[in-house]
């Protein structure tokens, strides 16, 4: 592409942040503190080993407060660019634009300073798109099924059979399959750009990288690798505009929490040359690391927060992404000293902006540093990742004793944690498995980890998993012990997809993917986390077990209620919810030694059925009473202890109870629903 040698320069803007191009030309505008001198550097590509030109600002005209700002006239859409800022030592330093829209990491090695010769460039780019619908209002969680995937991982495999693998455009062609199967909303792990080559010397030594991409450098760009075309933005936009047109929202995992500039060892790539002291914790001599990661975002400052609420308000106006769940979350209530307090900017001005007042905004509530804040994240509309929920259920189903008190308020969506502050039950996220940690497969392989492959000696991922291997560690041929592991993840997914709150499922386990008991595959961009999309045909049985328990929620209103159970009667005569044991009506609260719950749920409209769903973790079988209801049978419609195609039973195909004394198999979900006699 062939460029004049000079563009004209004005004043340009403080606001907004970032490159911003239209047919007159870009405005470029940048904030720091520190800098007493910038200069804009334009490059022709990514790898041009110098600039074309250098654009100087001039403090008395550039300059307004701490915003340097410049416009350059005509500049065409796909000039590379970077700044050259001096700081008050006469230093000079060539930084990425934080606020860029596109970025290149082509050749760029974070070991080396950033220059003309080691490149981290932004990207001039036209963000407007051409939308199906013209009008966007956020997907709510009511109703949601979430499934949270990988955009390099989940089509990279060869077996994925698409044309574009491991980008976006690949997951626009898998988009059919997910709506088939029922998804709602996808949750994709972090698609700002990242640094991949952030990752401790012993792993980088063999090979691995950063695959995850929790280790964010550019908070308005797309990850350059996920692009399979020379547009990211556009690229992007297809897949937001083509998820919405199947009616499937889309929801980013954000990293807030720290960046990719590590600690005092780390690059320097924008924020420690802009404003060290603003943007991270720091005391002059230290960073303070509550993530784990060599840093941590001063996220209460108030410039951050609005550097933050930008970014995230510029996600849904212009890429119209619907919702956000943030890593580490419990980091925007630390102070800028590091102490939590009561009231913290951050969560309060994302909640109350008006450009995401109807997004979804969710919590990994808890931080590298001991902060746990699940059922007490600030604010009142935000949802959490329920880690809570996750235990109970892992526990109960392994076989643990004495927890139905606590499996109960997890069914009926965690009110002991959220009824309190006039929460409700979609402020839990329910979940099995997530991208950290052992797959649903692996959850019922593997009693250790298996992280060996990491490169740290197996002391990274968690200890302590809840797991059970059903009797064998890892991979068997012994037909007794599969048989178990499927019945066991079929009794996980009924637990999911049967209780209150909003359900999150973990992309594979539909088809029972495996990582080989690594419970941390951060670093494995290889056929350890990509998805075998084989096992799909192998597995088809169990996708279709979660398609038919992703409609059998969808059916019946009294699973996804937006409220909590109270006991009280529904509109046709019986409780909303009655709790039993071995015996109707007498649950086995308290007893240490208990494994069986059931409970009875009203349908909450004229046209649902009741359900009656019976829980039985122990060894041994057990028999049950089904109780009364006027004027209806009990239907099985579950069992997870049958094969298929009678694990889940389609509606047209159930057959009514004989009698009202059921034989219950061990470790099985079994669940009947109540239908008028005339059916």
Known sequence: MKQPTCFQAGVGSRLPGGATWNVDGTNFAIYSHDAIGIELLLYKGAVSTEPFQVVVLDPKFNRTSYAWHVFVERLPVGIYYSWRVQQPDGTWWEVLDPWARAVSDTGWDRRQPISAANALRGIVTDTRFDWSEKTFVPKSLDGAVIYELHVGGYTKHHSSGTEHP??????????????????????????????????????????????????????????????????????????VDALHSDGIGIILDVDFNHTSESGAGGPAIHFKVLGNEIFYHFDGQHYRDYTGCGNTINCNHPLVTHFLVYCLEYWVTTMRVDGFRFDLASV???????????????????????????????????????????????????????????????????????????????????????????????????????????????????????????????????????????????????????????????????????SRGVPMLLAGDEFLRTQHGNNNAWCQNNEVSWLDWRLAETHREMIRFVRELIAFRLRHPSLTCPRFFTGDSAPHGIPDISWHGLQLNE????????????????????????????????????????????????????????????????????????????????????VFEGRANAK
Not at 194 to 211: K, R, S, T, W
Not at 226 to 233: G, I, L, N
Not at 596 to 604: E, N
């Open 166 to 239: 491991g980008t976006f455009t690949g997951l626009i062609e898998k988009i059919p399959y997910l709506k088939e199967l029922g998804i709602t909303h996808v949750e994709l792990l972090p698609v700002m750009a990242f640094d991949e080559q952030d990752v401790p010397n012993e792993v980088a030594a063999l090979g691995l990288v950063n695959f995850w991409g929790y280790s964010p450098y550019g908070f308005y760009a797309l990850h350059p690798d996920y692009c399979a075309t020379s547009e990211p933005v556009r690229e992007f936009q297809s897949l």
């Open 332 to 498: 925007f209530s630390r102070g800028e000293d590091g102490t939590v307090l009561k009231n913290p900017s951050l969560p309060w001005s994302i909640e109350l902006s008006h450009n995401l007042s109807q997004t979804p905004i969710i919590a990994e509530a808890w931080d590298a540093a001991g902060l746990y804040q699940v059922g007490s994240f600030p604010g009142t509309r935000w949802s959490e990742w329920n880690g809570r929920y996750r235990d109970i259920i892992r526990r109960f189903v392994r076989g643990d004793r004495g927890l139905v008190g606590e499996v109960a308020t997890c069914l009926g969506g965690s009110s002991d944690l959220y009824e309190q502050d006039h929460r409700l039950p979609t402020s839990s996220i329910n979940f099995i498995t997530c991208h950290d940690g052992f797959t649903l497969w692996d959850l019922v392989s593997y009693n250790q980890k298996h992280n060996l492959t990491n490169g740290e000696s197996n002391r990274d991922g968690a200890d302590q998993n809840f797991s059970w291997n059903c009797g064998a560690e890892g991979d068997t041929a012994e037909p007794n012990i599969l048989a178990l592991r499927h019945q066991q993840s079929r009794n996980f997914l009924a637990f999911l997809f049967l």
């Open 587 to 670: 649950p086995l609260w308290g007893q240490a030694e208990t494994q069986v719950l059931a409970c009875t749920i009203a349908g909450v409209v004229e046209s649902e059925g009741d359900l009656h769903i019976v829980l039985n973790m122990s060894a041994d079988s057990i028999g049950v009473k089904l109780p009364n209801i006027p004027l209806k049978r009990w239907y099985l419609a579950i069992d997870t202890s049958a094969h298929a195609p009678d694990d889940i039973i389609e509606e047209v195909r159930q057959r009514a109870t004989t009698n009202n004394f059921q034989r219950i198999d061990a470790r099985s979900v079994v």
